[in-house]
């Protein structure tokens, strides 16, 4: 069982560019959920999916956006990138809808500079 | 608002000397309480879930309990691979048949040979 991959590990961007990060989710796993983990603080909440729409939000700007593909894949689109938006995304997945224990990714270190 | 609180922020203790991390939460519909261990620049690992006061859970040295307001993690005789940060989440109920994660700060723990 490979867990849940995130692609890349890292990355580097300048301000006002736009990224993506891809996340696969657990063997089994329908969900996919994405955070924001700035230094010294805990995962914050950004999106959920689930049968390929965004069921829950937590408060960032539309300028997060994000897509499911049938095969339960996710990817996470950030753009007009600001400093601020420098942290490690991490992807969780979780099956029976968001119902069992989320497992996460490595995660994608992003820098902003 | 719903609201996780984790304690200590930071422990250091020497080889072999028990301790007990703390997360108090006030949350609305509470499904579950998870405890994660998160080693730096890597995504959390997931160790256990609670579902009901009174449960508990054990995993080597570690054991996880419940109560109606509470959590505690506590560590037996730790070794230095213990050293991470430990992180709290609640699962409660976010509109009608979802749930929502939050997350506390997390405590950063050493543990000195």
């Known amino acids: 069982d490979a867990g849940v991959t995130q692609s890349p590990t890292h990355l580097i961007k300048t301000r006002g560019q736009q990224v993506t990060l891809r996340c696969s989710p657990k063997s089994g796993h329908d969900t996919v959920s994405w955070y924001q983990q700035a230094l010294g603080q805990g995962p914050q909440f950004i999106f959920q999916y689930y049968e390929e729409e965004e069921r829950q939000r937590g408060n960032f700007p539309d300028r997060f956006s994000g897509h499911q593909f049938p095969n339960y894949s996710s990817e996470l689109n950030v753009n007009a990138l600001l400093l601020g938006d420098s942290a490690l995304y991490l992807c969780a997945s979780s099956g029976t809808g968001g119902n069992t224990e989320a497992f996460f990714g490595q995660g994608t270190r992003l820098t902003v500079v | 608002e719903d609201q996780v609180t984790q304690s200590p922020e930071a422990l250091r203790l020497q080889e072999g000397e028990s301790s007990s991390l703390n997360c108090s939460y006030t949350?609305?519909?509470?499904?579950?309480l998870f405890w994660y261990r998160q080693d730096p620049g890597k995504g959390p690992e997931f160790l256990f879930t609670l579902y009901s006061a009174g449960e508990e859970k054990e995993k080597e040295r570690l054991k996880a309990t419940l109560t109606k307001k509470e959590s505690f993690l506590h560590i037996t005789a730790p070794k230095p691979e213990d050293s991470a940060t430990y992180l709290c989440?609640?699962?409660?109920?976010w509109g009608s048949g979802t749930y929502k994660y939050i997350f506390g700060t997390g405590t950063r723990l050493k543990v000195l040979a």
């Open positions: 989440a609640v699962q409660a109920r």
């Open positions: 949350v609305s519909g509470l499904r579950g």
